[in-house]
């Protein structure tokens, strides 16, 4: 499913980002911050969904739909605006739905459920990781490559750590143990850093690694984790834990210690 998101305002933009990667993480979601990009993004890529703001520089977003259903008459029209007048010449248009601001992954969903021309789309996240014995990424089912051991076991890592912030030298002493943090190291980290996103974006991957300003963390929401179903109480996840976990990683002992705590609690 191809989705077209148009927002000028640049957090809005973010949030409505935010929720369809939630709701549709396999989606292929174009961002357009202006009329003329989203109409030429129209034009390349059949889009099955725009949502459009309606107060827009140039041209507003009921303008724009009815030039984005010439382009594609069978198009689903989502309205995401902070004004509610406009409902009527939605109605006119034949939307398929009409969000009120501040955007959320659940009003996001109910639109996508309910689309006027319904479109077949997976809810499954296109991000498969296990953990459970060695430590594997597959993308649309396929295995990941990682170019370099460090850039994998980077991401090892700050799956471990379950969507909280790992700071530069954290990260490094998870790779090198004791030794020092000196320039050397902070240099051949960002190497590796930038190994790891690189080998993601090559694999249409731009949203897993998130950074702040603590450090870079996983984005949680869009990957389907076997040690994460298991702490979600997942049956065939916890049936999977055999005792093993990231298995060529010696800092992985620990999170072994507590998933079999969790196990004899369970059983």
């Not at 640049?10 to 369809?20: C, I, P, R, T």
């Amino acid at each position: 499913m191809n989705i077209l998101a148009l927002d000028d305002e640049f957090y809005a933009l973010e949030l409505l980002k935010s929720a369809l990667h939630e709701v549709a993480g396999e989606a292929a979601v174009y961002l357009c911050r202006d009329v003329q990009s989203a109409l030429r993004t129209a034009r390349e890529i059949k889009i099955d969904v725009a949502f459009l703001d309606i107060h827009m520089p140039e041209k507003n977003g009921i303008e724009l739909a009815r030039d984005l259903k010439m382009i594609n008459p069978k198009i689903n029209i989502i309205f995401a605006t902070g004004f509610s007048e406009y409902m009527k010449e939605g109605i006119d248009l034949r939307m398929s739905g009409y969000i009120m601001k501040p955007v959320t992954p659940e009003a996001v969903r109910t639109e996508l459920e309910n689309l006027r021309n319904p479109i077949e789309w997976k809810s499954e996240k296109r991000i498969k990781i296990l953990t459970f014995g060695n430590f594997e990424v597959f993308v649309d089912g396929n295995p990941v490559k990682f170019d370099r051991k460090q850039a994998k076991e980077i991401l090892a890592y700050l799956v471990d750590k379950r969507g909280t912030s790992a700071t530069y030298p954290e990260l490094a002493s998870t790779l090198w143990e004791d030794e020092e943090y000196d320039r050397t190291k902070q240099k051949n980290l960002q190497v590796y850093i930038a190994s790891l996103v690189k080998t993601l974006n090559s694999v249409g991957i731009n949203d897993l690694i998130l950074k702040n300003r603590q450090g870079i963390l996983v984005n949680t929401r869009i990957v389907d984790c076997d040690y994460y179903r298991f702490l979600e109480g997942d049956v065939k996840a916890i049936n999977s834990f055999t005792g093993q976990y990231m298995s060529a990683y010696s800092w992985a002992e620990f999170t072994v210690g507590y998933l079999e705590n969790q196990l004899q609690k369970i059983r």
